[in-house]
């Protein structure tokens, strides 16, 4: 079982930063494929981006050359660097886990909200 503990997330204006950080519990977190998502009011949850047990990134194309993934295995915590920010990235942001090694698993974070709003 893995859990997942978000924070960083707040009210800040256009243009602004945040870096969300999300640490997870148990010993397996270096083999686990890490992600951040959002879900905007309305609207359904999105992946924002991802980071393989590896260190591949991707990226959806909405924040691409603006925010940057990226984990620390020894302290088992994944972040996620919010450039630019714009009014549209304003969202829930939950972390999301992996476990490709069989037996599957997902797991998920409460979220932690981000407000980009002057």
């Known amino acids: 079982q893995v859990q997942l503990v978000e924070s960083g997330g707040g009210l800040v204006q256009p243009g602004g930063s945040l870096r969300l950080s999300c640490v997870a519990s148990g010993s397996i977190f270096s083999s686990l494929h890490m992600g951040w998502y959002r879900q905007a009011p309305g609207g359904e949850r999105e992946l924002v981006a991802r980071i393989f047990s590896g260190g591949q990134t991707n990226y959806a194309d909405s924040v691409k050359g603006r925010f940057t993934i990226s984990r620390d295995n020894a302290g088992k915590t994944v972040y996620l660097q919010m450039n630019s920010l714009k009014p549209e990235d304003t969202a829930v942001y939950y972390c999301?886990?992996?476990?490709?090694?069989?037996?599957?698993?997902?797991?998920w974070g409460q979220g932690t909200q981000v407000t980009v709003s002057s």
């Open positions: 999301n886990a992996r476990k490709w090694i069989p037996p599957t698993a997902a797991y």
